[in-house]
């Protein structure tokens, strides 16, 4: 087994130790804390695998984040980075070329129902606009617009004259 390496091997300074201990206590955000105190037990010479196990990281993320730090000797070195996140669907896709859909009828466009559902409607966005929107999308962004997606009733919501009598005597007509 191989000796561990001391910090000043790794690279640690000696004004490494209190500039992270100084961090550790003013940080409040939960994950920064536990990056720094990762780094912070490693250059108090603790291995690689004890600072995982306290910190409760990975190893690889122990030795990136050491490596991290070692390379500017700065603690905001260990925050988050910014994350660009997913590209939004179809960004092209306005509000008002929703509306402007919605207001035509399907019927003449060669669909086989007068009103849109949310899928047909999708269906018909992506052929004149030329862009794939995924109907969740295009609900998401409905919604978001204050459109209220449902689907059609196909029969009348009246109900049935004789139901109390098909449903029981405790039935609340």
């Not at 201990?21 to 780094?39: E, P």
């Amino acid at each position: 087994m191989r000796k561990a390496l001391s910090s000043s091997e790794r690279g640690f300074n000696a004004h490494d130790r209190p500039r992270l201990s100084r961090a550790l206590t003013q940080t409040a955000v939960a994950r920064v804390f536990r990056r720094i105190q990762a780094v912070l037990l490693i250059a108090e010479g603790r291995t690689v695998g004890e600072a995982a196990q306290i910190t409760g990281l990975s190893l690889q993320s122990v030795y990136n984040l050491v490596h991290r730090y070692l390379q500017s000797h700065q603690v905001e070195s260990l925050h988050e980075l910014p994350h660009t996140g997913r590209p939004p669907d179809a960004p092209e896709l306005t509000a008002s070329q929703i509306v402007r859909e919605l207001r035509r009828s399907p019927m003449p466009l060669g669909y086989r129902t007068n009103v849109w559902t949310v899928e047909t409607l999708a269906l018909q966005l992506t052929q004149r606009y030329q862009f794939a929107i995924a109907p969740w999308t295009l609900r998401r962004r409905m919604k978001h617009l204050g459109l209220v997606c449902k689907r059609p009733r196909y029969f009348y919501s009246e109900k049935h004259p004789h139901r109390a009598q098909k449903k029981g005597p405790l039935c609340g007509t």
